[in-house]
């Protein structure tokens, strides 16, 4: 069974950074992919970026350019560096365990308890 934990959440003013992290139980990290989705209060789950088992990353628009998302596969744990946050990019955020099929990511039913970002005006 696999379990996800993240943490870094946090209180922060808009243009500061935060970094989460969320760390995976079991011996199948490595080989598949992990998305970070983000929930807004009143909106739908997104996601807002995903990495590959082989590296590759995506990202949805509004985060490109100021979110990095990495691996550490010793460490069974992926990364979401946000930069120049934005009150828009409060959110309760939740890593995922799924797949990338022909470059889009299928989120399997592994998920974390989430972790809330709040970007101040």
């Known amino acids: 069974q696999v379990q996800l934990v993240e943490s870094g959440g946090g209180l922060v003013q808009a243009g500061g950074s935060l970094r989460l992290s969320c760390v995976a139980s079991g011996s199948i990290f490595s080989i598949n992919a992990m998305g970070w989705y983000r929930q807004a209060p009143g909106k739908e789950r997104e996601l807002v970026a995903f990495i590959s088992g082989g590296g590759t990353t995506n990202y949805v628009d509004s985060v490109k350019g100021r979110f990095t998302i990495s691996r550490d596969n010793a460490k069974s744990t992926v990364y979401l560096q946000m930069n120049s946050l934005k009150p828009e990019d409060t959110a309760v955020y939740y890593c995922?365990?799924?797949?990338?099929?022909?470059?889009?990511?299928?989120?399997?039913?592994?998920w974390g308890k989430g972790t809330l970002v709040t970007v101040s005006s």
């Open positions: 995922n365990m799924g797949k990338v099929i022909t470059a889009n990511y299928r989120a399997m039913d592994y």
